[in-house]
């Protein structure tokens, strides 16, 4: 099949080369503004109860958590002043009257109540929800914001709430990209002549990456219009896109110019490239996908869409470096050797750096695998201590007018007001019920990190009433049912947010409630991500077996191939705790470390890592079967399969690790999250994975490595997808098999 793939894109080169050049176009116009129809938010369990109280209160109240917060500072004296304190309840009935704004509250408009002013009563809150669409508040949280901030007479306002951070979250991500790759093409360019030598055939992979650059932006284009895609899988879909492009290409490039080093013709040199190092491109984009496709298991659609992002990456990838790249090596033929700046100095085959390290690891593969082993779980061990949390808004650089706002308000107020819980109580009779709503919401308010409830009788703080209820308490109240709001004294997403929420369930009431807010998303979004880890887990495991598998016939190498990817996460892990938990290097990498990683991020990242892991394991054995197939030696095929895929391997990983850290550089502390711990995870799969672990294993086992059942074996011979042949009359240098001691 690859083989006829090769002789058509040679045949129908030129057509294949407008069709790129034409849809180039194509996709830069329809997918370049896709950055403004992607969504912010997705961290929820659509099925979890946080969700459906918030669904009862939308439906039945109109109402939720604000996501649009005033912070007011009085210019002179206290916000107690006659002057500002008219002047806040003016702004307040003002937001009221707006557009899409479905409640609004204050300091003033509560009766004074103590929590919603700072300590040095200079500041004062101003709660308001806008109702719509995640896009929809967004462009309103833009309109207000430049309406309402600013001096006004006695007071300042600034702004801030979940809608602003989301914009501003949205606007710092498309600045983030487009200096991620200004940044990134002239460094891997840097890269790739290092690594070829010339400049025609650096250019190459670059071209290909970009090509799956571009064709990303349409694909999440298309995908916008029939699901929800976060805006986050905009970097990390353009970072993959890029890396695998870049790195699929590197291994096309590397072996059609080893073909004509080899005495082939140009277009039978495409063929074959197609057939051998294609075949490996093909199985390596299968191993991602399935990883990516594991992220379809979670019920968010934040994973989720990264899981429909990520395969269609993948496949634009593929299709680029099997089908465009392939074209275009046949129109250079030769050329592609063209502006050769130095020559690597050849070396005989059996005696390269990556020979000699594989011949060294098989002479003393005990010892060395312990160590490197035992490294590898020592850098993984401050993921033991992990603690999970959701994004706030510090995700943003200290200087984004929402994270000053925020910062703030930690500051300088006892409570967390953007962060309150609501108790939804369907099934209920506001009127005649009025003294059992009043006494639930003294107990739930004599809680001990609870600072006040606002309930239809009133506010209580203390478990005693400080405001008698007024006009807006009639925002409790509906048909059948009633709430509570209920604002925390603690950080809502801290374990003693969590634990409030526990409390809060499972306070004796007259009546049943449902809990939501932010604390409450985060303990049933942990519970929705950690049931379904051990699924997405299976699934990698099983799918990425069978692969390997069909590739190989071995029943070991799989197994092994599992758990080497999984030791090559230990850093990356570990490293995750270690910086962004606990915030070692933050200054450096500026960054807040919040004390807490987002729930979601290790298993994105184990994911997309593992996938790129497998990756590099595809290309390595690859090349360790096809020289088994010729020469019958294990220990022969591993030498020279790593020496053969070693220098481009670690070429390959050092242009996925440079878009990596590229992101590393976002103001978005879990973007950078991502691309620093990705990229580690890469170079250590490429240097201690591939150099040590896997040529030591694999002499351990011996012949065990090609070892299957019979029932599997016929398999295989059925089913299985093995190395094409040489072609007749092909040149191969025969390579005497090593001697290695004990062997």
């Given at each position: 099949m690859l083989g006829r793939l090769g002789r058509f894109t040679v045949a129908r080169r030129r057509w294949i080369l407008l069709s790129t050049l034409v849809g180039l176009v194509v996709a830069g116009a329809y997918g370049g503004g896709v950055a403004n129809l992607l969504s912010g938010g997705g961290f929820s369990d659509p099925n979890a109860e946080s969700v459906r109280a918030a669904e009862v209160l939308e439906e039945k109240f109109d109402a939720g958590n604000p996501n649009l917060i005033l912070l007011v500072d009085a210019r002179a004296g206290t916000v107690d002043d006659p002057a500002v304190a008219r002047a806040g309840a003016a702004l307040t009935q003002e937001l009221a009257g707006e557009r899409d704004i479905v409640q609004a509250f204050s300091y003033w408009t509560l009766g004074n109540a103590p929590p919603l002013a700072s300590r040095d009563k200079s500041q004062a809150l101003l709660m308001a929800r806008i109702h719509g669409s995640e896009e929809h508040l967004m462009e309103r949280a833009e309109e207000l914001s430049d309406r309402f901030a600013g001096s006004a007479g006695p007071i300042d306002v600034r702004i801030g709430g979940q809608a602003e951070i989301f914009r501003q979250v949205n606007e710092q991500i498309e600045k983030d990209l487009a200096r991620a790759e200004m940044l990134t093409f002239p460094i891997i360019l840097i890269v790739l002549v290092l690594v070829f030598g010339s400049v025609v055939a650096a250019g190459l992979p670059l071209f290909v990456g970009i090509v799956s650059v571009i064709g990303t932006f349409l694909v999440l284009r298309v995908l916008v219009s029939f699901t929800d895609v976060s805006i986050y899988a905009l970097n990390l879909t353009t970072m993959m896109g890029l890396g695998l492009g870049i790195d699929y290409s590197l291994f096309m490039v590397s072996r059609y110019r080893e073909e004509l080093r080899a005495g082939m013709e140009p277009h039978a040199a495409v063929v074959r490239t197609v057939e051998t190092a294609g075949r490996t491109v093909l199985f390596s984009a299968l191993t991602v996908a399935i990883s990516l496709a594991a992220l379809m298991v979670f019920p968010l659609f934040f994973l989720r869409s990264f899981a429909y992002a990520g395969i269609a990456v993948v496949a634009m990838a593929a299709l680029g470096t099997l089908v465009a790249l392939p074209a275009?090596?046949?129109?250079?033929?030769?050329?592609?050797?063209?502006?050769?700046?130095?020559?690597?100095?050849?070396?005989?085959l059996g005696t390269g750096f990556w020979h000699r390290l594989a011949m060294f690891v098989m002479k003393r593969p005990i010892p060395i695998s312990l160590a490197i082993v035992a490294i590898l779980l020592v850098l993984g061990a401050p993921f033991l201590n992990v603690k999970f949390g959701t994004p706030d808004d510090r995700v943003l650089p200290k200087d984004a007018p929402a994270r000053r706002v925020h910062d703030d308000i930690r500051a300088n107020f006892t409570s967390e007001e953007a962060g309150a819980l609501q108790a939804v109580a369907t099934d209920v009779d506001p009127r005649a019920d009025q003294d059992e709503i009043a006494t639930f919401a003294s107990d739930l308010s004599g809680l001990e990190d609870v600072a006040r409830v606002d309930a239809l009788t009133g506010s209580y703080v203390d478990g005693r009433m400080i405001s008698p209820p007024n006009r807006a308490s009639q925002r409790f109240a509906a048909a059948d049912a009633t709430w509570f709001s209920i604002v925390p004294s603690v950080e809502p997403i801290s374990p003693e947010g969590e634990e409030l929420v526990d409390e809060v369930r499972t306070t004796d009431g007259p009546f049943a409630v449902r809990v939501t807010g932010p604390s409450a998303d985060l303990v049933d979004g942990k519970a929705s991500i950690f049931g379904r880890a051990p699924v997405a887990?299976?699934?990698?495991?099983?799918?990425?077996?069978?692969?390997?598998?069909?590739?190989?016939?071995?029943v070991l190498v799989p197994i092994k191939a599992l758990i080497l990817n999984l030791l090559s996460l230990t850093a990356a892990f570990g490293a995750m705790v270690w910086v962004f938990q606990e915030g070692h290097f933050s200054s450096f990498l500026d960054f807040t470390a919040t004390g807490t990683i987002d729930s979601t991020n290790p298993i994105l990242m184990f994911c997309v890592a593992f996938g790129l892991s497998m990756d590099y394991e595809v290309f390595l054995l690859s090349r360790i079967k096809e020289e088994h197939d010729r020469t019958g030696d294990n220990i022969a095929s591993v030498a020279i399969g790593l020496e053969k895929t070693g220098r481009i391997v670690t070429a390959a990983a050092a242009t996925i690790a440079v878009v990596f850290l590229a992101f590393s550089t976002s103001g978005i502390t879990f973007i950078k999250l991502i691309g620093i711990g990705l990229a580690l995870a890469v170079l250590m799969d490429a240097t201690l994975i591939r150099g040590t672990l896997v040529p030591a294993f694999m002499r351990l086992a011996g012949e065990l490595n090609w070892w299957a059942p019979r029932p599997l074996k016929r398999i295989y011979e059925r089913w299985g997808f093995r190395e094409a042949p040489s072609e007749p009359g092909e040149a191969r240098e025969p390579v005497p098999a090593p001697t290695v001691a004990g062997g």
């Open positions: 275009l090596l046949a129109a250079l033929g030769h050329r592609v050797n063209k502006w050769v700046l130095w020559k690597h100095k050849p070396v005989e887990g299976l699934i990698i495991a099983v799918v990425t077996f069978v692969v390997l598998f069909l590739m190989t016939g071995s």
